[in-house]
């Protein structure tokens, strides 16, 4: 079968399309995939940057989207069912394998591109806001990052789950409007975010970090949340304790991957509650571009120049 190898760490331009042995494993999901998600955690793997380092060579692609082969009888799966799934490795190949508690059944309606862009995004955004921030009813959420993966997400998670109003917060009006399509009440830019919204907001869902950190905490009224999903900016901000302190505020890590993967179940939890509102389309991945397997490079150069809004994914 093809898929794609990393085979040195000399970035995006160096992976290759290669032909080697499908997988088997009578135990594991055996999916054709249709569609496969590209996110920075592969873009950083083609440098040897990323916390995952898979002895070379080795085929990334940690979520898709596509038709059951094979599955064990106790997985609840049938052979030609469609669905999403973690295989966390191997994903940008003709066919992969994956656990069955990281492999659901895709609604009717919803297309393998969206499938292969939703688990890893909203299962971030849905542990930030209900299970880590205790998103409340009629509650303010302001959401970093507005246009992008987690950010979109995040808009359509809290407006699905009672969120009263959501704020986006973006670096330019184009991406507002990929924001305010998304979901969001109203969009605000970076550079001004805290003057235009004031201290009115209970929860900020920020993957950005840098220097919108402490800016963030001076917009939370009492009992407000500010949630750590990432540092997209490339700095990490440091807290000044006394200001929790002084405002009755808190700041909450969110590490989604660290909690859930060695919980057997977890994630299926998340997916249980979130497949309603996927099937009735209040919670629809945002499309970026789409490339064919063989242009995985270009894929991947096109994240790394940040030239796309939406989920950027790869067909097969």
């Given at each position: 079968?093809?898929?794609?190898?990393?085979?040195?760490?000399?970035?995006?331009?160096?992976?290759?399309?290669?032909?080697?042995?499908?997988?088997?494993?009578?135990?594991?999901?055996?999916?054709?995939?249709?569609?496969?998600?590209?996110?920075?955690?592969?873009?950083?793997?083609?440098?040897?940057?990323?916390?995952?380092?898979?002895?070379?060579?080795?085929?990334?692609?940690?979520?898709?989207?596509?038709?059951?082969?094979?599955?064990?009888?106790?997985?609840?799966?049938?052979?030609?069912?469609?669905?999403?799934?973690?295989?966390?490795?191997?994903?940008?190949?003709?066919?992969?394998?994956?656990?069955?508690?990281?492999?659901?059944?895709?609604?009717?309606?919803?297309?393998?591109?969206?499938?292969?862009?939703?688990?890893?995004?909203?299962?971030?955004?849905?542990?930030?806001?209900?299970?880590?921030?205790?998103?409340?009813?009629?509650?303010?959420?302001?959401?970093?990052?507005?246009?992008?993966?987690?950010?979109?997400?995040?808009?359509?998670?809290?407006?699905?789950?009672?969120?009263?109003?959501?704020?986006?917060?973006?670096?330019?009006?184009?991406?507002?409007?990929?924001?305010?399509?998304?979901?969001?009440?109203?969009?605000?830019?970076?550079?001004?975010?805290?003057?235009?919204?004031?201290?009115?907001?209970?929860?900020?869902?920020?993957?950005?970090?840098?220097?919108?950190?402490?800016?963030?905490?001076?917009?939370?009224?009492?009992?407000?949340?500010?949630?750590?999903?990432?540092?997209?900016?490339?700095?990490?901000?440091?807290?000044?304790?006394?200001?929790?302190?002084?405002?009755?505020?808190?700041?909450?890590?969110?590490?989604?991957?660290?909690?859930?993967?060695?919980?057997p179940g977890h994630v299926a939890t998340q997916w249980a509650a979130m497949e309603p509102h996927?099937?009735?389309?209040?919670?629809?991945?945002?499309?970026?571009?789409?490339?064919?397997?063989?242009?995985?490079?270009?894929?991947?150069?096109?994240?790394?120049?940040?030239?796309?809004?939406?989920?950027?994914?790869?067909?097969?």
């Open positions: 079968m093809r898929a794609i190898h990393i085979s040195s760490l000399d970035g995006p331009s160096a992976v290759e399309v290669v032909d080697v042995p499908a997988p088997a494993d009578e135990e594991q999901v055996t999916v054709d995939v249709r569609a496969a998600g590209v996110a920075f955690p592969e873009l950083l793997q083609t440098r040897g940057l990323y916390q995952v380092k898979p002895e070379l060579p080795f085929v990334p692609g940690a979520e898709v989207a596509g038709v059951v082969a094979a599955a064990p009888a106790s997985s609840g799966l049938a052979v030609g069912d469609r669905v999403a799934s973690l295989p966390l490795l191997g994903g940008f190949a003709d066919r992969v394998l994956a656990r069955p508690d990281l492999t659901f059944r895709l609604p009717d309606g919803v297309s393998f591109e969206e499938g292969a862009s939703f688990l890893f995004n909203y299962c971030t955004s849905y542990f930030a806001l209900l299970e880590r921030g205790h998103l409340a009813e009629g509650e303010t959420v302001l959401v970093h990052g507005g246009a992008g993966g987690i950010g979109t997400s995040a808009i359509q998670v809290a407006k699905a789950f009672g969120a009263g109003r959501v704020i986006a917060v973006v670096s330019a009006s184009e991406k507002g409007d990929v924001a305010m399509a998304a979901g969001a009440d109203e969009f605000v830019l970076a550079e001004n975010f805290k003057d235009e919204v004031g201290r009115a907001v209970d929860v900020v869902l920020d993957p950005v970090g840098g220097d919108r950190f402490t800016d963030s905490l001076r917009t939370l009224r009492e009992h407000g949340r500010l949630l750590v999903v990432g540092f997209a900016a490339g700095d990490i901000p440091t807290v000044k304790v006394n200001r929790l302190l002084l405002n009755n505020i808190s700041v909450t890590g969110v590490g989604w991957g660290a909690y859930s993967m060695p919980r996927l099937r009735s389309g209040a919670l629809k991945p945002v499309l970026g571009p789409s490339f064919p397997l063989e242009q995985a490079a270009d894929a991947l150069q096109c994240l790394e120049r940040r030239a796309a809004t939406g989920k950027v994914v790869l067909t097969v």
